[in-house]
Each structure stands twice: as C-alpha cells, then as structure tokens.
C-alpha cells in the first residue's frame, strides 16, 4: 500500500494500523524554513524501541533549529533538502511503501513524514535497553576471551566482526516470523563457505512459518535435519570466538535477535566435544584434557547402567573382597539396584534443575543440601547403599565436562535409556543399548555431514582435531566435513617443529 | 566386514574335526572363502549399478529370474535367522541363563531392524564405528604370551586331506558373507575397484578368526580346545590382567561379539529386504524390515536344541556353496553370451542427451 500525500491521512492510517497502542508516539511539528511556506510534519516512533536523545540531536534539533537558519534558496523539495542537507548525523532511507515504514517503525526505526509527500524518510536511532556484554555462563573458559553474546543482535555482530576484519564475512539479515518480524542474521565467509551449504541454510530458514522467534532454539528446531532425535544436529554457543572459528571453518553461523545464543551448521559429535579453550592452551594440555573428557564422557554416560548391570545380573565379574563389601552395604535395601538407581539419577536431575531455576546463592545451597544432607540420609535411612551415591556423583561430575550444553541434555536422556534397557538384560542389554544409541548417532546428519564425522565416514585428515589434537602447525587445512571452497587456512610456509629454536639459535 | 558368528566356536570344531591341523583346514576355507569372492565381484563387475534382482530377471529370464530372486531372499533370511539362533544360545549359556531365548532374539532382531531401516550409508557408518571396536580384542592378545605355547598345534599336515576337507567345510560358516555384495555391490562408485576392498575384507576377517584360533590352540591346548563348544570365551576367562578391578573380563569380550552379530545381522537384514524390493520393484526396502524380522524370529526358532542349530547352519553353508560355486558361475557364463545392460550408463546418455537438447 502506497502512503497519502496529505500528512494526516497518513498518521490516522499509522494510528490505525497499530491500533492506537499507547507505546505509539506521535509527535507533530512545524518545519520553518526561509523561503518556503510553513510545512507539517511528524515523527512517528515506538516509545522504548529508540534513543530519545538520538531522536533530539539527530533529528528534531537538526530539522528545527539548523534548517530554520538556513539562508541559501533551496532548489530541490523539501524532503531531499532534508535529506541531503540536514538528517546528515542519522541512517535513513525513503519509501512511500506503508508497509515497509510499519516494519521499521516495529524495528526502532523513526518515520518521519512530511505534508504533501507521499514518502517518508526512516531513520535508524533504535536506542532500546540491553544487556551489556557478559563472561559466557555456560561455555566458560580459563585461558581465552571471556565476551559472550548478548540479546540484541547488533552487538553481537560487532563482537563477530571485532575479530574477523575479512571483506569476505557477510552478513545476510531476513526477517522471520509472521508476527514478531524478528531479525535472524546469516553469517558466513564467502569464499570459505560451500555456496551449497549457504544455499540450503537460507532454503530452510525461508520455510520456517512461525508468530515471532523468541530465540535460536525455535530456528535450531525448524531447520535441523533430525527433529526427533535426542542429540542436536546444529550447534548453538554464547561464544563470539566459537562463531568465529566456527566460519574460518566454513560452517555457517545464524543469529537470532534477542537470543544470546549463535547456530553453527554443520556439526558433528565430535566437535561439541570441543570447547574452544582446548585451541588456546598449548597441544600437550589441550589433549590431556580431552583425552579426560572422552573418558568422562564415557564414564557418565555407562556407569549407573554398569552398576546395575554388575548387581543385579554379573556379581561374579566383582573381585571377591568388594563384592563381599557391596552385598554388605546394600544388605536390607528395599529396591532392586534399578530402582536405586533410578531414584538416586533422578533425584541428580532434580537438584540440577532446581539449581538453575533457584536465584544464585540459593542454587549452590540446594546442590549441597540435596548432594551432601539428602544423600547421607538416603544412606542411613536405608533407602540406597553408599556405592550408589559413589556412582551417582561420578555420574554427575563426570556429566559436567560435556562442554556442550545441549549435548549433554542428549547424552543424559540416554543414559535413562541405558539404564532401563540393562534393568532388562544386564551386560547384554547394555551393548545392546550402546549399539542402538550407535546406530541411532549412525543415521544423524548435520546440513548432510555425518553425525559421525571423522571416525565415519573415516577422515584421516580431520582425526588431527578430534580425540587428539594436533599442534598448530600441523593443522594446515580446514576441517573436510564442511567441504570449504578455501580448504588451506595455514599457508605451506608456516615453521616446522624445531624450525623456530634454529633460527634464535643463529641470532 | 562381517565376523563370522562362529568365530568364537570355530577353534573347537577345527580341533575336534582335524587336531593340530585345523589351522590348514581354517585357511583352505580362507581359499575357498577367496575364490568365491572373486566369484561375486566379477559377477557384479559386469552389472555395474544393477542389484542381482535386475541382472537375474534379465539373464535366466522374468520367471526364473523371479524364482532364484524368491530363494536368494530366503537365503538371506535363512543366514540371519542361524546367527541370531546361534548368538542367542551362547549368551543364554554365558550371560543370560534365566532369560528366555525368545527375548534376546526378539531384542537383537529388534534393534538390528532399527538401524537396518535407515539404509545404506548409516549402516556402513556405523560398521566402520563397530570396526574399531573389534580391535579392542587384539589389545589383550599379549597378556596370553604367559600361558601360550607354540608345541601345542605343532606338528601339522599330520591329518588326511578328507580330513582337512571336513574341517573347512565347517570353517566356512565363520566366514560366510561375501554374498551380500551381490545384492549391495551396485551401490558402489566405482565397480571395477571393488576387488581389492573384498579381498581385503576377507583377509581382515580371516586374519581376525586366525588369531583366535592359534590363541587358543596355544593357550589351552589342542584337546582341551576340542572339549569346550565355546573356547574363545573360556580362554579369555585366564587372561591375567594385572590391576584388574574386574574379576572376570570375558564378559566384555562378549559385549565385542555381540556388537560384531548385531553388525551381521543389520547387514543380513538390509541385503534381503533390499534385494525384495529389488524384486518387487519397489523404491525402498524400508517397509520390508519389520515384516521380515518377524520371519526371521520364527525361522530362528525352527530348530529345537542346539545339536540341530548346528546342522541347520551345516545346510547354510551347503545353500551358500551352491549359490557361490553353482549360481553364480552360471549367472556369469551367462552374461558372456547376453551383452550385460547398463541402466546407469543409459540414465546418464539420457541425460546427457537431455542437457544437450536444453543447451
């Protein structure tokens, strides 16, 4: 719909479109300009979404005060005279498309129109409050940058592009959502990225339909390859450096306004294992502790299924002296070690969700509370043995070094499945669980990636970022599962082991 | 790669039937294993990105084609369902006396048809996963170098050739398989590399199967290894790991093996409800799975005790010399006199035609 050259018809048609919320404002003034008669116009802004310090020196003061001292005859329209000469501080553009100005009023945007014009100039002086930039709350790092995303989405780019001044990093921003309109930001290097994997990352986005995105995870729910399954097929981190890496790689990064939280597509198993300080500390330390994480991972993910599985089906795999010492201490229990088990992980599962519902202090005092008092009382109380607390706070310390949030809420789930599965068949229900789990991680793809890459499809290549990772020097090429179209990021010249201590040696 | 099944009752059945020589008799079985390999791929070689229900049909005709395609299917379900009979027996005497048989066949059957529905690609992603773990096995071979002695299989080439004979033969159903690539071959890239990988396969397996037979032979001697039905799994019982916060680690040496059947059997699975869809001309073999499971499951439970678990897989591997050495000879001599087609090479021409025409 086109606007009305009379300024009145215009405001009632806004009035009317946003239905006279009480958070619309007006505001209506009189252009005096030398030499040309008395003009009307009016800004029209949401209250809240703009700065209204911007609107006063950018805008009002400018048009006002600055082109009422004008002295010059001017020999274009007023508007272009407005534009050219005197909105010179703000970003604007012009349209005379009425659904185009309500989209930018709904973004922050000002419309300022003008009587006998039936275009209006809009202006970006968006000024809403927001979070300032935090340390991550879930991905956090010793050695490394400590920044983290915040909700709005602008300052999140600017902590992209901060750290990647390449011309090739594009920014691509749409709007999704029917009601909300909110701004959803694809972000890739273009001439790293597979123009496939942009393609299809843009494709699914323009399917998604919903009211309004209120954060990456409806976007991350839309698009992701796999729906149904347990384990996430796209990446979502708090951390700029994470997205940066992520797009040196050649994935592709989507953003969500007012959502903390980046998607990183493709992903595979194996890199949220990865946490991003394993790049910053020497290779030595980095794959010592990865090396603990696998095996961690491992440990919380089987053992309240071993532990029951050992009980109830294979004693006779326990050395004698301990065997000896589990039958004593799990003498007059009333519930079979699956049932024990069961309530002890759930019980875990509650004191961490209480603990991130419940404000700080509270958090940490109900963590100690169940762990420690409600633990020994279950002991005593009779109601579990004291291995299983030993099995459960393995489990949970263990779950902890997951350094992906949203994988270890997969890695938990199984767990269950492991445990109700061993409840049936012991040892054997065991592996079954594991193989099914296996040939259910078999099935998943990322944007087309294996799920499993690069234990399988087996690359022997990308195995120097994995369980192990290599020193820098040897990590001359780009991950292969992205299929990046620059597949180098080292150059060839980079200095070889001992290459360094020799040339200081000559000095 | 598929490990045999019989593998962890194979260095038994070598001693009973041929002692110290059960070793030759395992590699004349290698040999006999090998030929038939080269068997296939050639066969496949020759219809590249045709599956044997297309290549069949159009060498023996619509009717006999559709008659070996129907016994070819039944094949595969005959193999799968003696593995899983066979896997369920062992570990309801190992692991799971008090379960019934039909819950860890139901179970096993189950979870195959899972991961067996989702074709191809996450079926060799997981296998090639699986692969690794079937290594963890040979990591403990060294701790049997205190109880291994090398006099316990020698002197060999004592036993008669018709001995030796008898004793591959039952050998062979350790390394059954390769017939699966009659049915999963089209789907390769590139047919004409796909010998060596066979080959390789093959020696992977044997060489697999081979050191479990001389570990036990060394390990716990010839006649002791001909008493036990399971002897991998009693060897594995004396091995003396130091430290060790678990008594008994054969039971995890079973976790390996049932990871390597649930292999075999999502293989089996796919390659016959692949193959029926083949024949029936259908898309996908996907809607196949769970019907056939249940085929499986009762065929699985035609024989009635172990002793006829046995002859039923010495009839499996009558059934599978017939079609390697008989069929697909046949199907080979065959295809030099009918020009084979090439429905890929036609598609492409098509194509090509077709981009032309737009150009």
């Known amino acids: 719909m086109k606007l009305a050259k009379r300024i009145h018809h215009n405001i009632q048609f806004f009035q009317q479109q946003f239905n006279n919320s009480t958070d619309l404002v007006v505001r209506q003034f009189t252009i005096n300009i030398p030499g040309i008669r008395e003009i009307a116009g009016a800004l029209i802004f949401f209250d809240g979404l703009i700065s209204n310090q911007l609107i006063t020196d950018s805008i009002l003061d400018p048009i006002l005060h600055e082109a009422s001292q004008f002295q010059q005859p001017i020999d274009a329209d007023i508007l272009t005279f407005l534009k050219e000469s005197v909105l010179t501080n703000a970003e604007h553009s012009e349209t005379n498309d009425a659904d185009k100005v309500t989209l930018a009023v709904m973004m922050g945007e000002v419309a300022l129109l003008i009587d006998g014009y039936n275009t209006a100039l809009t202006i970006a002086v968006q000024g809403w409050a927001h979070r300032s930039i935090q340390s991550s709350q879930s991905e ?13 989405i602008n300052p999140n780019l600017m902590l992209i592009r901060r750290r990647l001044r390449d011309p090739s990093l594009v920014f691509e921003r749409i709007q999704i959502g029917n009601r909300g309109q909110n701004d959803v930001v694809i972000a890739y290097i273009k001439d790293i990225a597979n123009e496939d994997l942009v393609l299809e990352v843009r494709k699914r986005l323009k399917k998604v339909d919903l009211d309004v995105i209120l954060d990456s995870g409806y976007i991350e729910q839309l698009i992701e390859d796999d729906w149904w399954s347990p384990f996430n097929t796209i990446q979502d981190t708090e951390r700029p450096d994470e997205v940066v890496a992520g797009l040196t790689e050649g994935r592709v990064a989507i953003l969500v306004d007012n959502s903390p939280f980046a998607l990183l597509a493709p992903t595979t198993f194996n890199t949220q294992m990865m946490s991003p300080e394993d790049y910053y500390v020497r290779w030595p ?33 326990i050395p004698t002296q301990l065997a000896l010492s589990v039958a004593a201490s799990r003498e007059g229990l009333p519930f079979p070690s699956f049932i024990e088990a069961l309530i002890m992980e759930l019980s875990l599962e509650l004191l961490r969700e209480a603990g991130i519902r419940l404000p700080g202090p509270i958090g940490q005092t109900i963590g100690i509370v169940g762990g420690l008092i409600v633990g020994e009382a279950a002991v005593n109380a009779g109601i579990v043995s004291p291995i299983m607390v030993i099995v459960v706070a393995m489990t949970a310390i263990a779950g902890f070094i997951v350094p992906t949030y949203t994988l ?21 229900g065991l592996t079954l669980g594991l193989l099914i789990i296996l040939g259910h991680l078999a099935t998943l793809t990322s944007f087309g990636v294996s799920y499993l890459s690069p234990w399988a499809p087996l690359n022997l290549k990308d195995l120097r970022d994995s369980v192990i990772r290599f020193p820098w020097h040897s990590l001359k090429q780009r991950p292969r599962y992205t299929l990046a179209d620059d597949p180098t990021r080292q150059s060839q010249d980079t200095p070889k082991r001992g290459q360094n201590k020799q040339k200081r040696g000559k000095q | 790669m598929i490990l045999g099944i019989g593998t962890i009752g194979l260095p038994s059945v070598l001693a009973r039937t041929a002692g110290p020589d059960g070793i030759v008799a395992f590699w004349m079985a290698v040999a006999i294993t090998l030929a038939g390999t080269i068997l296939v791929i050639l066969l496949v070689q020759r219809f590249p990105n045709q599956g044997l229900a297309d290549y069949s049909n159009y060498l023996l005709g619509s009717i006999l084609g559709f008659v070996f395609n129907l016994v070819f299917g039944l094949f595969m379900l005959t193999v799968v369902s003696g593995v899983t009979r066979g896997y369920a027996e062992i570990t309801k005497f190992f692991l799971l006396p008090r379960t019934p ?9 189950f979870s195959a048809s899972l991961l067996a529905r989702n074709g191809l690609e996450p079926i060799a992603r997981a296998c090639q996963i699986l692969f690794y773990v079937f290594f963890v096995p040979v990591l403990v071979t060294p701790t049997f170098i205190a109880i291994f002695d090398i006099g316990e299989f020698l002197p060999l080439f004592q036993a008669d050739l018709a001995t030796i004979f008898k004793s591959a033969f039952h050998s062979l159903y350790s390394l059954l398989g390769i017939e699966v690539m009659l049915v999963i071959g089209s789907h390769a890239e590139n047919p004409k590399r796909l010998m060596r990988p066979a080959v390789t396969a093959i020696g992977i397996v044997a060489g697999f199967t081979f050191v479990f037979i001389v570990l036990a032979f060394g390990s716990l001697s010839v006649p002791q290894t001909a008493k036990l039905t399971d002897p991998i799994f009693e060897m594995i019982k004396y091995v003396p790991l130091p430290f060790s916060i678990l008594e008994r680690i054969d039971i995890f040496f079973n976790a390996v093996w049932t990871a390597s059947t649930y292999s075999t059997i999502v293989i089996g699975l796919y390659t016959a409800s692949h193959h029926l869809a083949e024949t029936f001309k259908l898309n996908s073999g996907k809607g196949f799975v769970f019907p056939l499971v249940v085929a499986v499951y009762f065929m699985s439970l035609l024989p009635k005790n172990e002793m006829e678990v046995s002859i039923y897989n010495n009839w499996l591997v009558v059934a599978w010399l017939v079609l390697i050495f008989v069929f697909v000879p046949l199907l080979l001599v065959i295809s030099l006199f009918r020009k084979p087609q090439d429905p890929g090479g036609q598609r492409r021409s098509s194509k090509q035609k077709q981009k032309k025409a737009n150009s």
């Open chain 1, 285 to 317: 330390a980095a794959n010592f502790v990865r090396l603990i994480r696998f095996i961690a991972s491992f440990v919380s993910f089987v053992t309240p299924s071993l532990y029951i599985a050992l009980i109830s089906f294979h004693p006779e795999m």
């Open chain 1, 408 to 428: 270890s809420f997969g890695l938990r789930m199984s767990r269950f499945f492991l445990m109700i599965a061993t409840s049936f068949f012991g040892l054997y």
């Open chain 2, 101 to 109: 048989l039909e819950a860890i066949i139901i179970s096993m059957l």
């Open chain 1, 140 to 152: 956090g790092v010793i050695r490394g940058p400590r920044d983290s995303f915040v909700e709005a």
